[in-house]
């Protein structure tokens, strides 16, 4: 078993930043590979990073390339999601969730179905 605990989310104004964490607690931290989703209201849980269990290999949504940079140090057993150039549209609750390192690729880091834990989530909203 693994507990994530996200938090960092907040409200931002447009062009604003923000950092989010997720702290794991449980088992082995560098067991599992990492990812980022996010859920507006109305709309899908969508992915939006996802990073291997050493950090070498990261995988971004085309909607915050550029803007977001997904870490982590396993040390503190600690995934980062450092967002940058806050967008209305990136206003959701963001979700941090964990799968087993072996299983992630360039493929299976956006699919929800892959990862076998979660965090509670923690808003994050971007005012025009």
């Known amino acids: 078993q693994v507990q994530l605990v996200e938090s960092g989310g907040g409200l931002v104004q447009v062009g604003g930043s923000l950092r989010l964490s997720c702290a794991a607690s449980g088992r082995t931290f560098s067991s599992y590979a990492m990812g980022w989703f996010r859920q507006a209201p109305g709309k899908e849980r969508e992915s939006v990073a996802g990073?291997?269990?050493?950090?070498?290999?990261?995988y971004y949504a085309d909607s915050v390339k550029g803007r977001f940079t997904i870490s982590r140090d396993n040390a503190k057993n600690t995934v980062y999601l450092q967002m940058n150039s806050l967008k209305p549209e990136d206003t959701a609750v963001y979700y941090c969730?964990?799968?087993?390192?072996?299983?992630?690729?360039?493929?299976?880091?956006?699919?929800?179905?892959?990862?076998?834990?979660w965090g509670q989530g923690t808003q994050v909203t971007v005012s025009s």
């Open positions: 969730a964990a799968m087993d390192r072996l299983r992630f690729d360039s493929r299976s880091y956006s699919s929800f179905r892959e990862y076998n834990y």
């Open positions: 990073i291997g269990w050493r950090g070498g290999s990261r």
